[in-house]
């Protein structure tokens, strides 16, 4: 999914769940997880769960378009 499909799903939806979070970042959950619990990505809990805003997840894409070299640093 790329940065401008994000911003359409953005206006429609303002958050996805962490295992959405994963597939569009290209992690594990268990790395959603950890990096929801640095305050890496932002989040509305709801009913018990964590709802990554979709604004937090764009940044992070953002920051890897511009700084292809090191997208393991980036992500982590």
Same mark, same amino acid.
């Given at each position: ?11 429609? !939806? ?27 990505? !932002? ?7 964590? =709802?990554?805003?979709? =604004? ?21």
């Amino acid at each position: 999914m790329n940065l401008s499909d994000l911003k359409k799903m953005a206006m429609k !939806e303002p958050w996805v769940t962490p295992g959405e979070t994963a597939a569009i970042l290209e992690v594990s959950r268990q790395r959603v997880t950890e990096l929801l619990d640095e305050g890496k990505l !932002e989040f509305y809990p709801f009913l018990g769960t964590r =709802h990554v805003f979709l =604004h937090s997840i764009i940044q992070r894409k953002e920051k890897l378009c511009k700084n292809p070299k090191n997208t393991g640093e980036v992500l982590q």
